[in-house]
Structure formats: structure tokens, C-alpha cells
């Protein structure tokens, strides 16, 4: 495991980010080449940034140790909407934002959002504008990461009320 830096963690392994990277449709493997555990840096600790995809390559980002990320601007709905469907819980007090997550939550966000989303970004070659290829990329998470698992997960999720709102938006 990569040093992720004082205070933060690499949800996930580079073993489970290899399988998951297998489990993807074959037209849409080998377009990525190597996935970087990267440590803490200065813009992470400002942003909400999670990934990046540069090229054939990807670097993930860690996240605090005690699972809980503190914002003083109110999430994007774009990210308010991702984090809930992985089960990511926001909350709000005195002008602080706070998410916070689960061991196996934020480990799935990394492996079927985060991962999969840059993956996206690696596999578009069509698109050339900055919105587009974040439509792209959003939509390839959605279908080739959120949806395959929710599927696995279905019996585990039954009765969660925010995952059957956020499904219900998806279907919109």
C-alpha cells in the first residue's frame, strides 16, 4: 500500500483496484496504464478531489483517516448526489459541511466512482470540451460502475431510503 500521508488512507487496495479495473467489458480495458496511489497534496486538502486522469494514467487521492472531510462551501449537487448514492452522509452545522463515510462506503465510491469515472475520462476520445467530457465520464460511472454495483448489492441496500431516492432521481 501506497503512503498516503499523516491522517489519510487509500480506500482501497491496488489488488481490489486491479480486479475491479478486470470486471469492466474488455472494449473498454487497456486504455488506462497505470492507476497511482497518490499521497495528500495541497490541492486535495482544498478541493474536493478525488481522482485525476491524465493520459493513459489515473492518480487516486486519499481520504481522511477518520472518514470524515470537512468543507466550508455546501457541495456541488453533482457531488451531493454521487457521495449519497454510495452512502456518504452529509450533514450541516454552523456553516461547516461535513461527509462522512463508512470503511466499505467510501471504499466502494473509489472503486465504482471515483476509478471508474477516470476511466471514463482515459476511454473518451470524441469529446473535446471540458462539459462534455465530464458528461462522458459521469455517465460511463453510472452505467459501467453505480449500476453493475448496485446490482451486486441489491439485497444489502433493500429498504435504504436515500439509495432508493437517489435510483428514483437516476431514472428521471
Known amino acids: 500500500m501506497r503512503y ?8 482501497a487496495s491496488s489488488d ?3 480486479e475491479r479495473l478486470r470486471q469492466l467489458p474488455k472494449a473498454c480495458q487497456g486504455y488506462v496504464d497505470v492507476v497511482q496511489l497518490s499521497p495528500m497534496t495541497r490541492k486535495r486538502r482544498l478541493f474536493p478531489l478525488y481522482g485525476l486522469q491524465w493520459g493513459s494514467a489515473v492518480y487516486l487521492y486519499p481520504i481522511e483517516e477518520s472518514l470524515v472531510e470537512t468543507y466550508y462551501r455546501p457541495p456541488l449537487p453533482q457531488q451531493e448526489i454521487e457521495t449519497r ?6 450533514s450541516h452545522e ?3 459541511w461535513r461527509l462522512s463515510w463508512t470503511r466499505e462506503s467510501i471504499r466502494d465510491f473509489y472503486l465504482n466512482n471515483i476509478l471508474i469515472h477516470e476511466v471514463g475520462h482515459a476511454l473518451d476520445t470524441r469529446n473535446r470540451c471540458a462539459r462534455d467530457r465530464e458528461r462522458f465520464a459521469n455517465w460511463f460511472a453510472v452505467e459501467y460502475g453505480y449500476k453493475p454495483w448496485r446490482r451486486r448489492n441489491r439485497s444489502r441496500l433493500a ?3 436515500r439509495i432508493d431516492e437517489v435510483c428514483r432521481w437516476l431514472r428521471q
Open 4 to 11: 498516503a500521508g499523516d491522517g489519510y488512507i487509500h480506500p
Open 16 to 18: 481490489e483496484i486491479r
Open 85 to 90: 448514492m454510495f452512502g456518504g452522509e452529509w
Open 94 to 96: 454552523n456553516g461547516v
Open 159 to 161: 429498504g435504504n431510503q
